[in-house]
């Protein structure tokens, strides 16, 4: 038994849970529908520490992964995971709707919970280790501009987003590419945790109405430890149709 399952055992022997914050999802069950859909290209927005590629590495994805972590701390510990690794690069940036620099609220539990939008009470309440520490002066910098420099024509695009409330923000500033991406994972949230962070509805309302994706996976996130309500998810969502063998085969002449 590892010393997590005996604090465990003995943290539950008082009436206390303890788990990661946020939830993780399986690796396994994610790689697979990145094999599925041909996905050559993961770009991690909101990577923090590095927690996301390292998963998509040990479960054996082997594309390339383009990670953005705006703040220094965080983005220290992702370079060094990501430094023997030719196909995972970094870059320092927040990404959003308009170009520009602003100041990003850090979270206490080691950033994990930071954005450029006000945290709530509802979330402070819920997790007081999350809330706001400082700030950070930080680049944002819309994905449209960048697309060109990350991407190539003949790759299949995986938009993952973790940008506590901001993913609007972020879709907009992807421009005319939002709707060129395979798949999506985006951060969602039941009840508002950030002012003007974008919710359930909203979220599944963008990703399948406007961009055209079909949900393939909800992956369980933050619940609240005074009553177990579950305040935040993942949706994993991907472009459904039967050209992915056809597009693979142009994809691979153009590789030639």
Partial sequence: MTLLHRMRNVARSFGIDIARYPASWGGPQLVQLLNRFEIDLVLDVGAHAGGYGTMLRDSGYRGRIVSFEPLGAARAELNAKAAGDPDWDVLPYALGDRTRTTAMNVAGNSGASSSVLPMLAGHRDAAPHASYTGTETVEVHRLDELWQQISTPAERVFLKLDVQGYEA????????????????????????????????????????????????????GFTDPRDGRMLQCD????????????RRSVAAEARA
């Fill in 235 to 246: 949706l994993v969502l991907f472009r459904d149709d039967e050209t992915t063998g056809t």
């Fill in 169 to 220: 923000h972020v879709l907009r500033g992807a421009g005319v590419y939002a709707p060129a991406c395979t798949g999506l994972q985006i951060e969602t949230s039941f009840v508002p945790l950030y002012e003007g962070g974008l919710l359930f509805d909203q979220a599944l309302d963008l990703a399948t109405g406007e961009l055209g994706l079909s949900l393939m996976s909800v992956v369980p």
